[in-house]
Nanobody, 112 residues
Framework: QVQLVESGGGLVQAGGSLRLSCAAS????????VAWYRQGPGKQRVLVAR???????NYADSVKGRFTISRDNVQNMVYLQMSSLNPEDTAVYYC??????WGQGTQVTVSS
């Protein structure tokens, strides 16, 4: 079964950090572009960070310098390290191999 499973979300105070993890099964992430998206309350789902199979990365302007996407090709996992969190980062975060494969999402809530 091909699936992505996120973990690591939770409640954190503003200024804090979290690391999200995405475990893949049935698909080799090292061969794919993978991405993290988020959907805040009442908002559309938007791209947060993307990592290509060739090693390139790009980030939404709102998270540049605060978030880092990384991979562990041995463990077949992708991570999103988030720091200097603020309440505007509150959202459900999704791991994806766009456009068709998505995880179930993990909630991140940042309190002020």
């Amino acid at each position: 079964q091909v699936q992505l499973v996120e973990s690591g979300g939770g409640l954190v105070q503003a200024g804090g950090s979290l690391r999200l993890s995405c475990a893949a099964s049935g698909i080799l992430l090292r061969l794919k572009t993978v991405a993290w998206y988020r959907q805040g309350p009442g908002k559309q789902r938007v791209l947060v960070a993307r990592s290509t199979s060739g090693g390139g990365t790009n980030y939404a302007d709102s998270v540049k310098g605060r978030f880092t996407i990384s991979r562990d090709n041995v463990q077949n996992m992708v991570y999103l390290q988030m720091s200097s969190l603020n309440p505007e980062d509150t959202a459900v975060y999704y791991c994806a191999v766009p456009p068709l494969l998505w995880g179930q999402g993990t909630q991140v809530t940042v309190s002020s």
